[in-house]
């Protein structure tokens, strides 16, 4: 069982840049490959960004490559969410999510979610 808590989420301008964090329980953290999700209002949950394991193998959405980061520190068992150039689309809440190696971009595959952290980008 993992239990996932995001933080970080917040009102920024456009242009502005946000980290968000997700800390996870558990002494396996090392094992799951982490994922972050996005869903606006109206729409469906969408995938952002998933990192593996070991942190080295990293895949991301079309819409925020070169802008957002994902990374992990597996000694605090904690992922994070580098977010950089945002814009008033990025505005969403957001979720961490866990599941099993290897990554996976489907959120029917991830086992583990936190309860999110809302993202507002202002024009």
């Known amino acids: 069982q993992v239990q996932l808590v995001e933080s970080g989420g917040g009102l920024v301008q456009a242009g502005g840049s946000l980290t968000l964090s997700c800390a996870a329980s558990?002494?396996?953290?090392?094992?799951?490959?982490m994922g972050w999700f996005r869903q606006a209002p109206g729409k469906e949950r969408e995938f952002v960004a998933t990192?593996?394991?070991?942190?080295?193998?990293?895949y991301y959405t079309d819409s925020v490559k070169g802008r957002f980061t994902i990374s992990r520190d597996n000694a605090k068992n904690t992922v994070y969410l580098h977010m950089n150039s945002l814009k008033p689309e990025d505005t969403a809440v957001y979720y961490c999510?866990?599941?099993?190696?290897?990554?996976?971009?489907?959120?029917?595959?991830?086992?583990?979610w936190g309860q999110g952290t809302q993202v507002t980008v202002s024009s």
């Open positions: 999510a866990a599941r099993g190696l290897p990554t996976a971009t489907i959120k029917d595959r991830y086992d583990y």
């Open positions: 558990g002494r396996t953290f090392s094992t799951y490959a």
């Open positions: 990192i593996s394991g070991s942190g080295r193998t990293t």
